[in-house]
């Protein structure tokens, strides 16, 4: 018998990466760090025979990936028995322009995660998660809100997906070019590409002389969103220095 390495998720057909597998990772921090430096995910399954692949906002927990929507939404209702489901990251880091087409790449980082979806009962779970949506991102947030109406929590969906299986998948390196074309006349190398934060724009309704809270001192105009949240998800571990 196959002792698993806990750090690791395990390897199987579904989530062995196959090309350039050298750029693939199977451990839970690789997996999570990727995940937890974006908001977005895309939600992939299948109903009826037909796929689905939703973007939405995801949070993640321990080893369980949350997103929420409309209780309206007839694609979510579907989930209520369980479905299997793939969610998918990823980030677009540079820019690689090589002296042959063939060789034109993207350095990125993504992560795929497969599990069985469920959405969440009404009770303490879900409770705890719609709070979760907004904390995670702005630690301490949801203290200096108003309550959550029992209509808005009825119209909302939670849906947690427990990660079976996930691997990563990074390129972060120069020009990948066949020896041969190094001397090639061309212009090469890689634009680097990330996602900035900009300048607030306050709601017209803020009291005058109310001053952002420090809590969102991560989305500082000119940080990195990707740094941002690493350092939100942190707070929300309860990891943070
Ligand atoms: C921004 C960006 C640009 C890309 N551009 C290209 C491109 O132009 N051409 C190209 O061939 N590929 C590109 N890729 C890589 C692509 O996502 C796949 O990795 C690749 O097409 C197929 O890999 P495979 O045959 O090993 O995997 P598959 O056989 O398709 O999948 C097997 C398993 O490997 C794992 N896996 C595969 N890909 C990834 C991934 N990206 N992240 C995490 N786990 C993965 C999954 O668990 C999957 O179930 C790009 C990726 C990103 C994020």
Redesign the pocket.
Known sequence: MTVQDPNLYPVTP????????E??RYDRAAVHAILDAAMLCHVAYVIDGQPYCTPTLHWRRGDTLYWHGSSASRMLRHLKPGVAA?V?V???DGLVLARSGFNH??N?????C?GTARILPEGPEKEEALWAVVDRFYPERSAGLRPITGQEAKATMVIAMPID?????V?AKGVGDNPEDLTHPVWAGVIPVSTVIGAAEPCPHVPEGMARPATLAPYAEGARLDDALRQTQAIYEGEAP
Do not use: D, I, P
Not at 15 to 20: C, G, M, P, T, Y
Not at 108 to 112: I, K, V
């Open positions: 579904r989530n062995r990466a196959k090309r350039v597998s750029r693939a793939c998918t990823s980030h677009l790449s993207a990125y980082r993504a992560a795929m497969f299986e996930a691997s990563a998948k390129r």
